[in-house]
Nanobody, 115 residues
């Protein structure tokens, strides 16, 4: 069994920052790409950022320059540093990872940007 657990979400004021974490646990032999997605109310889930096992990153256009994805392979953990947050960044943020050749999703963590 493999599990992804996100943390770090919460309520933040516009212009603030948050750092999300997603830790993989269980019977892990190889962690390949790890990524973050988000789903705002009434909208489809969308890509935020992806990082490969070699550290190559890809960002969705709307968040370029605003977020930074990173990972710690010793901890099987991926991070998402989000800065200059706006109300439109409000969403449930999900972690997705390719582990042992299969894709897994986390349960999501709520990020609310509001004054």
């Amino acid at each position: 069994q493999v599990q992804l657990v996100e943390s770090g979400g919460g309520l933040v004021q516009p212009g603030g920052s948050l750092r999300l974490s997603c830790a993989a646990s269980g019977s892990i032999f190889r962690v390949n790409a790890m990524g973050w997605y988000r789903q705002a109310p009434g909208k489809q889930r969308e890509l935020v950022a992806i990082i490969t096992s070699d550290g190559i990153t890809t960002y969705a256009d709307p968040v370029k320059g605003q977020v930074t994805i990173s990972r710690d392979n010793t901890k099987n953990t991926v991070y998402l540093q989000m800065n200059s947050l706006k109300p439109e960044d409000t969403a449930v943020y999900y972690c997705k990872s390719n582990i042992n050749g299969r894709y897994y999703w986390g349960q999501g963590t709520q990020v609310t940007v509001s004054s």
